[in-house]
């Protein structure tokens, strides 16, 4: 009889709830992952040279891991076993792994009373923590997969209040070598760029890390500037001009509609355009 897709989920499934036929343990903050080199080693090099390597690792088949939380780590091996992870809760029933006093609570959606921004930035938050375990682990199908479950997040809610405290977890915990999240983020702020120039919290974060350079090459991507430097430019011209062209009143600048990339402001006088 051939195994179909759903019977051979459910297998593995089983192997990560159950750790039958467990060959190695990944400990993180006391909870016990039993888990299997067969699937776990195949798919990310960082665990394929812990185990068959000359390392402690490959010796006690058990490594441990210090900078994750149970629950990412939880979500790491969802992938790796099912193809997938929640980001609002779990999709193995996390209790089976150890007593809940030793579970360090995340941002998984619980019975608390929570607001639906607070409920929102703990799902980018935790999308964000698996991103980081992926690229540590080099797991580059789940950064994918993260990537593209943080674009829809980040299409919906970019006009929350949360979502600069978002944008500053992306540029805070990222490594330095990978911008993709990044981008994320750059391709939201250039679709929306005349709300965002509006905001001044959004406003301030624009200079931030790579998101700046990463906003004006989405805006030249998008035709929406003619040249990578016009932002550049248009910051000069602002800074530079004191009085209307027109009525020559000191300038109280307004900007308006997509103007700011053709390099225009208006003189909220006479609204001139200059």
């Known amino acids: 009889m051939t195994s179909t897709p759903s019977s ?8 990560l709830l159950g750790g039958e036929f467990s060959d190695m343990d990944i400990i993180c ?35 441990t891991l210090q900078d994750e939380t149970p629950e990412t780590i939880e979500r790491v091996l969802s992938f790796l076993y099912l193809g997938e992870y929640s980001g609002d809760g779990h999709i193995l029933p996390f209790q089976s792994y150890a007593d809940s006093d030793s579970i360090m609570t995340d941002a998984k959606i619980s019975e608390d009373k929570v607001d639906a921004a607070q409920i929102s930035k703990n799902i980018a938050f935790n999308h964000i923590r698996v991103y980081v375990a992926a690229d540590k682990y080099i797991i580059n199908p789940l950064k994918s997969l993260v990537t593209a479950q943080f674009s829809e997040w980040s299409k919906k809610n970019w006009q929350s209040p949360i979502f600069p405290e978002v944008i500053k977890e992306v ?3 990222l490594p330095p070598h990978d911008s993709s999240l990044q981008e994320v983020i750059a391709k939201v702020y250039a679709a929306h760029i005349s709300n965002m120039i509006r905001n001044p919290v959004m406003l301030d974060l624009m200079p931030l890390g790579k998101l700046a350079t990463l906003i004006i090459v989405e805006l030249w991507k998008n035709k929406q500037i003619t040249q990578p430097d016009a932002l550049e430019n248009f910051a000069k011209k602002l800074g530079s001009a004191r009085n209307c062209r027109q009525c020559n009143t000191k300038f ?23």
Request: aromatic share 12%; charged share 25%.
């Open 8 to 15: 051979v989920r459910t297998a593995t499934r089983q192997l």
């Open 29 to 63: 903050q006391g909870v016990i992952f039993k888990a299997h080199k067969a699937i776990v080693c195949t798919q990310s090099e960082y665990f394929r040279k812990a185990f068959f390597g000359y390392f402690k690792e490959s010796i006690d088949r058990t490594i």
């Open 171 to 173: 540029i805070t915990s």
């Open 252 to 274: 109280n600048v307004e900007l308006k509609s997509l103007e700011i990339v053709h390099g225009v402001f208006r003189c909220t006088n006479c609204n001139t355009r200059n």
